[in-house]
């Protein structure tokens, strides 16, 4: 009871702390603040599939790209409400993560890996023929939203921060239920998985378009921090970015999503002024998280707490 009452304090401080932000920073500190929130939020898609499923998809950067086009799109172009522009987006990326899936599915490792790329590729080329929605290879403008008459800035946070609550707490609700049991089952024991009568393919499928719902999501918003974005917003760099915060921050777990999403934008912040090196220090991060820390940050505290209980056993058997 003691632990639930502490969580509760925590999170009601952390509400408290988000809430008033706005007031004690200005708009660039702000702006990198919705940014780690927009980074988690596209994280949580990751950890759903490649975490807890198991599967090396590399199409998440696409699918925030759909999520980016589409609500602007609907927005700006045919009048729809921003947020069911945002919703119906975040639909047709779930519905392609489906459709990528079912010939993804099939494979593994690394080919499953050079498949999706491939996929994220033919979508990123979409993006360069469809000038009508996206813009072209030149881009687009992405019309800024405004809440409740509340200057750009903090309409993106407050919008941001409201979405990230409801991805974060759903896909925690989801992950402890039977269908959350099953994608972890699929990822250690999938060739068990029909002697029990779970299909394999059935939640690898869903797994692809939960993730791609998610990213899309966080690609809407993504859009309107950058306020223009091109086919060249969705390449390879941004896909390393976000490999950064799954594995630095902890694939298994919702909260490395978090810890990954402030590495990375810190780490941006700090190597801006150093051009191409920025990603030899994306790269070098993710091979030494992947080599030496597979269980990513987030793995730190229960490995300390490990080694404190094997320290403390001796001492135990010998009072």
Not at 6 to 29: E, G, H, K, M, S
Request: hydrophobic share 60%; net charge positive; glycine share 10%.
């Amino acid at each position: 009871m003691n632990r639930r009452l502490a969580t509760a304090v925590l999170a009601v401080a952390l509400a408290a702390v988000a809430i008033v932000l706005p007031d004690f920073v200005n708009a660039y500190r702000l702006f990198l603040a919705t940014l780690i929130v927009v980074f988690a939020t596209a994280g949580v898609g990751l950890v759903v599939i490649m975490g807890w499923t198991g599967q090396i998809a590399l199409a998440h950067v696409a699918f925030m790209g759909i999520g980016a086009y589409g609500t602007n799109w609907l927005f700006s172009d045919l009048g729809v409400p921003w947020l069911l522009s945002l919703l119906l987006s975040a639909l047709a990326a779930a519905v392609v993560g489906v459709l990528i899936g079912f010939p993804a599915a099939r494979l593994r490792g690394f080919y499953l890996a050079i498949a999706t790329l491939a996929f994220a590729e033919l979508i990123v080329r979409f993006f360069v023929e469809a000038d009508t929605i996206t813009g072209g290879i030149a881009g687009k403008p992405i019309e800024i939203i405004q809440l409740f008459g509340l200057d750009p800035d903090r309409s993106q946070w407050y919008i941001a921060l409201l979405l990230a609550v409801v991805v974060f707490t759903a896909t925690d609700r989801l992950g402890r239920t039977a269908f959350g049991r099953c994608l972890r089952m699929v990822r250690d024991a999938e060739v068990a998985t029909g002697s029990l009568g779970i299909s394999a393919t059935r939640y690898k499928l869903l797994a692809f378009g939960l993730s791609g719902f998610i990213a899309a999501l966080a690609g809407g918003l993504f859009g309107q921090l950058l306020t223009y974005v091109s086919p060249d917003t969705f390449h390879t760099a941004l896909l390393i970015q976000f490999l950064v915060v799954v594995f630095v921050g902890g694939v298994n777990r919702l909260s490395g999503a978090v810890i990954g999403a402030i590495f990375v934008v810190v780490s941006r912040e700090l190597f801006q002024d150093v051009g191409d090196w920025q990603r030899l220090v994306f790269g070098l991060s993710l091979v030494l998280a992947v080599r030496f820390l597979p269980g990513g940050l987030t793995s730190l505290l229960p490995r300390l707490r490990e080694m404190r209980r094997l320290d403390r056993q001796p001492q135990e058997a010998l009072s």
